[in-house]
């Protein structure tokens, strides 16, 4: 569960991803990414330590092999820009990547029972992905778990370079 500022909760109102940081992608990818953004805006929990709770515009992107955390208030206005270096991150997009492209050639061939095995392997990687995300966003954003994980949907589009 996030932490929040004086028991208010702060939220993204809007995510958008920086286009000069978008490698060509497939369908599949492109579907996550549309998915991951309306879930992420529908339901999140996103507080800015420091900041007085509120609503956000989030804008991500790669620059200089860094995450860029652009964060702005609900009119748009720049808050607080963080940039995580994307090192730590890389092995397990890696692997997230490698486990989706076996989890969409089953979709289309393999037995149910083969992609439900695949299945439980995609989410095991997301989620160890999304813990190292809070991780690497501790002290500066506060979101939990299952912000996490759009989160890291997102950082994984952004990586993607087709």
């Known amino acids: 569960m996030a932490e929040d500022n004086g028991g ?13 940081s ?16 309306y879930d992420l805006v529908e339901d999140n ?5 420091g900041h007085a709770a509120g609503e956000y515009r ?6 200089d092999n860094r995450l860029v955390f652009d964060i702005r208030d609900a009119e748009d ?6 940039l995580l270096s994307l090192t730590p991150l890389r092995r397990i997009v890696r692997d997230y990547f ?3 492209d076996s989890y969409y050639a089953a979709i ?10 695949i299945d439980m392997g995609r989410r095991g990687v997301h989620d160890e992905g999304s813990k190292l995300l809070m991780e690497r ?9 299952e912000t996490a994980r759009r989160l890291f949907t997102l950082v994984c589009a952004l990586h993607w370079k087709g």
């Open 8 to 20: 208010e909760a702060g939220r993204l109102v809007a995510v958008e991803l920086d286009p000069g």
């Open 22 to 37: 978008i490698g060509r992608s497939t369908a599949d990818v492109e579907h996550e990414r549309r998915i991951a953004i």
């Open 45 to 49: 929990r996103f507080v800015l330590p």
């Open 58 to 63: 989030l804008h991500l992107a790669v620059r």
């Open 77 to 82: 206005r720049p808050l607080v820009l963080h």
């Open 98 to 100: 490698t486990i989706c």
């Open 108 to 117: 289309r061939t393999a037995t149910p029972s083969q992609i439900e095995t």
């Open 137 to 145: 966003l501790a002290g500066k954003i506060m979101v939990d778990f």
